[in-house]
């Protein structure tokens, strides 16, 4: 009889520096599927907006790199664009959100197969204001066109615009067997 | 924001959690990714923004040629 289960097999609160980078390395094959679960803060607000968008990258291939994606994104009042986006994927709250962290969920079935690998993502990026532009989420359906097994997640907060996941950014990653 | 952009890495297997300041490869990718992202934003904007003259033109010249507004509307919105 299947006794499907879901262990923790790592999680961290980012520390008072930030992080521009989060990687989650070393992950073990032993599972089924791998679900993140990713509650995120900038700690800046570059573009002058209540949220910004983060990204991902698998195995050190570096941000969105064999990765494709179908999007629907949301800036809160109506749909913004379905499509092929890619870098536009998940989203945080930032600086002009004093107290908001966002939620992120990731789900990679099969991560071992030798098959390339689908990835999906809900992500929401979350503003009690009551004017502008009030929120941000995306459903996504990623493809990774690669055959070798997922062993490291990195998550990208564009340091390179001057930002990184803010101080009590959570990440939890979990394996799931089917039996 | 730290001076310093950092890199946080936690091994699955020893649980073991390095933090780093980011590499210049790192951070030179990620100015790329933003500046990429950047282009890609105005280029949309642009086109937009071309559209957007373009249907205003179009509506001008149908309400010279004397359509009423709903007229107008109901061919171009």
């Given at each position: 009889?299947?006794?499907?289960?879901?262990?923790?097999?790592?999680?961290?609160?980012?520390?008072?520096?930030?992080?521009?980078?989060?990687?989650?390395?070393?992950?073990?094959?032993?599972?089924?599927?791998?679900?993140?679960?990713?509650?995120?803060?900038?700690?800046?607000?570059?573009?002058?907006?209540?949220?910004?968008?983060?990204?991902?990258?698998?195995?050190?291939?570096?941000?969105?790199?064999?990765?494709?994606?179908?999007?629907?994104?949301?800036?809160?009042?109506?749909?913004?664009?379905?499509?092929?986006?890619?870098?536009?994927?998940?989203?945080?709250?930032?600086?002009?959100?004093?107290?908001?962290?966002?939620?992120?969920?990731?789900?990679?079935?099969?991560?071992?197969?030798?098959?390339?690998?689908?990835?999906?993502?809900?992500?929401?990026?979350?503003?009690?204001?009551?004017?502008?532009?009030?929120?941000?989420?995306?459903?996504?359906?990623?493809?990774?066109?690669?055959?070798?097994?997922?062993?490291?997640?990195?998550?990208?907060?564009?340091?390179?615009?001057?930002?990184?996941?803010?101080?009590?950014?959570?990440?939890?990653?979990?394996?799931?067997?089917?039996? | 924001?730290?001076?310093?952009?950092?890199?946080?890495?936690?091994?699955?297997?020893?649980?073991?959690?390095?933090?780093?300041?980011?590499?210049?490869?790192?951070?030179?990718?990620?100015?790329?990714?933003?500046?990429?992202?950047?282009?890609?934003?105005?280029?949309?904007?642009?086109?937009?923004?071309?559209?957007?003259?373009?249907?205003?033109?179009a509506q001008a010249k149908l309400a010279a040629l004397g359509l009423t507004a709903a007229e107008v509307a109901a061919l171009v919105g």
């Amino acid at each position: 009889m299947a006794n499907p289960t879901m262990t923790l097999i790592a999680s961290n609160t980012v520390g008072s520096g930030g992080a521009g980078n989060f990687t989650f390395s070393s992950i073990p094959a032993t599972y089924t599927d791998l679900k993140v679960v990713i509650s995120p803060k900038a700690d800046s607000n570059p573009y002058g907006e209540n949220f910004i968008w983060y990204e991902l990258g698998i195995n050190g291939q570096g941000s969105y790199v064999n990765i494709t994606s179908r999007d629907i994104l949301n800036n809160g009042s109506s749909t913004v664009s379905s499509g092929t986006n890619n870098s536009q994927t998940m989203f945080m709250p930032t600086t002009a959100n004093s107290n908001n962290f966002g939620s992120t969920e990731l789900y990679f079935p099969n991560y071992t197969s030798s098959n390339n690998k689908s990835i999906s993502v809900d992500s929401v990026a979350e503003w009690n204001g009551s004017s502008g532009t009030n929120n941000a989420w995306g459903l996504s359906a990623l493809l990774w066109s690669q055959t070798s097994t997922i062993s490291s997640l990195t998550f990208y907060a564009r340091s390179g615009s001057g930002t990184s996941f803010a101080q009590y950014s959570t990440f939890y990653l979990y394996g799931i067997n089917n039996s | 924001m730290a001076d310093n952009p950092q890199a946080v890495e936690v091994n699955c297997e020893t649980g073991e959690v390095v933090t780093r300041d980011l590499t210049a490869e790192e951070i030179a990718a990620s100015k790329k990714a933003a500046a990429d992202f950047a282009a890609k934003a105005k280029a949309d904007a642009d086109a937009q923004a071309a559209a957007d003259a373009a249907k205003a033109s179009a509506q001008a010249k149908l309400a010279a040629l004397g359509l009423t507004a709903a007229e107008v509307a109901a061919l171009v919105g």
